[in-house]
């Protein structure tokens, strides 16, 4: 079966940085892209960053550009997503999820709630 | 980037109902799309990928269509269970996006 569980969700000043983790079971990982997406409260689903097997190709959304790291170790199964100069608009639920062939998002986690406030 | 538009953003329909939910993309996306469903405090679930294709164990009521820019999802006989928010999602290009979503409501 596979799982996806998110940690390090927390509340953070703005500005502060905060280091999502994603641990993976149930799949060879080191064959998958993996994906961040996020969601504001109340509001609608939005892609955050890809992750290539190996690590060597990344994708972003524009407003996380340079402040956002996505990274994975294959090794232990994992995928990360390193945030910076956190911003009040960076508020949300962060899913990872494990990326299929076609660019859709198969097998989601149980999110974890990121909370950017002073 | 590709920007995706639902219509309509709130859509009111009784169990039995037939519905059609429309997804606009503002250039072709080729047959990248797909479709999910969220309820509240839930991570989304893969109905539809690859604009047709129905994902394993979602019920037969569920069906995609369409091509090049406006892809249809249609619930053919609503049941209880799919009272929910619906988002389409393209992967022609980067950035991927996602429309704004449709929430389904009992009338």
């Known amino acids: 079966e596979v799982q996806l569980v998110e940690s390090g969700g927390d509340l953070v000043q703005p500005g502060g940085s905060l280091r999502l983790s994603c641990a993976a079971s149930?799949?060879?990982?080191?064959?998958?892209?993996m994906t961040w997406v996020r969601q504001a409260p109340g509001k609608g689903l939005e892609w955050v960053a890809n992750?290539?097997?190996?690590?060597?190709?990344?994708y972003y959304v524009d407003s996380v550009k340079g402040r956002f790291t996505i990274s994975r170790d294959d090794a232990k199964n994992s995928v990360f997503l390193q945030m910076d100069s956190l911003r009040t608009e960076d508020t949300a639920v962060y899913y990872c999820?494990?990326?299929?062939?076609?660019?859709?998002?198969?097998?989601w986690g149980q999110g974890t709630l990121v909370t950017v406030s002073s | 980037d590709i920007q995706m538009t639902q219509s309509p953003s709130t859509l009111s329909a009784s169990v039995g109902d037939r519905v059609t939910i429309t997804c606009r993309a503002s250039q072709g996306v080729g047959v990248w799309l797909a479709w999910y469903q969220q309820k509240p405090g839930k991570a989304p679930k893969l109905l539809i990928y690859k604009v047709s294709s129905l994902q394993s164990g979602v019920p037969s009521r569920f069906s995609g269509s369409g091509s090049g820019r406006e892809f249809t999802l249609t619930i053919s006989s609503l049941q209880p269970d799919d009272f929910a928010s619906y988002y389409c999602q393209q992967s022609n290009s980067y950035p991927y996006t996602l429309g704004q979503g449709t929430k389904l409501e009992i009338k």
């Open positions: 999820v494990r990326l299929e062939r076609s660019g859709y998002f198969e097998y």
């Open positions: 149930g799949f060879t990982f080191s064959n998958y892209w």
């Open positions: 992750i290539k097997p190996g690590g060597n190709e990344k």
